[in-house]
């Protein structure tokens, strides 16, 4: 059973803010969310985590609302190297990766 | 900053053949994890150590074994080479202190 849902795919143009919902209805307590960017045939790289309300780092924010059954994933004026999978993941100890969403960036 | 290696890059076996992939985690971390990513798939996770020790499993076939070495850095060593092991290799390492998990850039294995 998928721990998380997100979209399969996302369109946007250059200069957009994207916004990714993931939805993590069974999140355990002790569980984080973390987000993980993968370019074609590179390891995943490590965006931003967070445990509740929001967290902001350089490249993206994180908002997880309080009871935790979803989070959004929000990328500030993407540009086309923001194109993209995105994982949502729960990580616990090891990270299970379902199918991640494929956001394509356009000029 | 230093980030998490793996060796070689590329890899091109027959079937049947063996092959020994490496990765050299992140200094100060104990934790490694290996990853399978198939064509057009998404990661599964194969199996993880802490402190040189197996710490979980995933979905690695038992033709697969690896170990954590003293150092840290670990081995995923794969027997009988079969087609469908062609897939892209990743090696993540994460502290105690920190749950994140680190990626390294991969092993591309190609089953001829």
């Known amino acids: ?107 | 900053a230093a980030g998490v290696i793996q060796s070689p890059r590329h890899l091109i076996k027959e079937k049947r053949e063996t092959a020994t992939l490496k990765c050299y985690p992140i200094p100060r971390h104990d934790t490694v994890y290996w990853y399978q990513q198939g064509p057009g798939q998404d990661p599964q996770f194969l199996i993880s150590f802490y402190e040189k020790m197996q710490s979980d499993k995933g979905s690695i076939p038992d033709r697969f074994s690896a170990q954590q070495f003293s150092d840290y850095h670990s081995e995923l060593n794969m027997s009988s080479l079969e087609l469908g092991d062609s897939a892209l290799y990743f090696c993540a390492s994460r502290s105690r202190s920190k749950n994140i998990q680190y990626f390294g850039a991969g092993t591309r294995l190609s089953v001829l």
């Open chain 1, 1 to 107: 059973l998928a721990k998380t849902t997100q979209p399969i795919s996302m369109d946007s143009y250059e200069g957009q803010e994207v916004n990714i919902t993931c939805s993590h209805n069974n999140i355990a307590t002790n569980d984080y969310i973390t987000w993980y960017q993968q370019f074609p045939s590179q390891g995943p790289r490590f965006i931003i985590q967070g445990y509740k309300t929001k967290v902001t780092n350089e490249v993206a924010s994180l908002f997880i609302p309080a009871d935790r059954k979803s989070s959004t994933l929000s990328l500030p004026r993407v540009s086309l190297s923001d194109t993209a999978v995105y994982y949502c993941l729960l990580n616990d100890y090891k990270l299970s990766f379902g199918a991640g969403t494929t956001v394509t960036v356009r000029a």
